[in-house]
């Protein structure tokens, strides 16, 4: 469903924090990035499964509670700079809330958008699930 065991290399000092992650660590090519910030308390983003995409989540700033889930499995992450990158398989549903004031989360996915590969609906996911 997801790892959490990617290595970043972390430089922080009295002058502040530089950290890295090398794309071999990313066990798919990156086509796209895209990062989310601005989100106000009462939002919730993602609400949705990706039929093929594969993602890593990187918080850069904040903090936020990411929900992972199917429908045998659902584990609640938080988020923040010092948590692990988290590489997210396909067919995983995602729920993001709680976004910190100064929250920014980038996030590197396998494919560039293509709304076809969203699966939005709950019920049709958990159909979607069965058939696989
Ligand atoms: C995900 C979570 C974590 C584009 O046109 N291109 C893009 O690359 C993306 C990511 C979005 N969009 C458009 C589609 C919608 O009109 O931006 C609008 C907002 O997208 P969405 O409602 O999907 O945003 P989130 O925050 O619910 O979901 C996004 C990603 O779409 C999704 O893959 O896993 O962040």
């Known amino acids: 469903m997801f790892e959490t065991n990617k290595k970043v290399q972390v430089f922080d000092d009295e002058f502040g924090n530089l950290r890295t992650l090398n794309f071999s660590e990313i066990p798919f090519s990156v086509k796209r990035l895209y ?14 499964a990706h039929k093929t995409l594969e993602q890593f989540f990187i918080m850069l700033s904040g903090s936020v509670n990411l ?7 659902e584990t609640t992450l938080k ?7 988290i590489v997210l398989m396909s067919g995983v549903w995602r729920e993001l809330s ?3 004031s100064n929250a920014v989360l980038m996030v590197g996915a396998s494919e560039e958008y293509d709304e076809s590969d969203y699966i939005r609906d ?5 159909n979607w699930l069965e058939k696989q």
């Open 98 to 100: 709680e976004f910190s």
């Open 79 to 85: 988020l923040t700079v010092d948590s692990p990158i």
């Open 122 to 126: 709950w019920d049709e996911y958990v």
């Open 35 to 48: 990062w989310i910030s601005c989100v106000p308390r009462y939002a919730v983003r993602g609400r949705h």
């Open 67 to 73: 929900v992972l889930k199917n429908h045998k499995f």
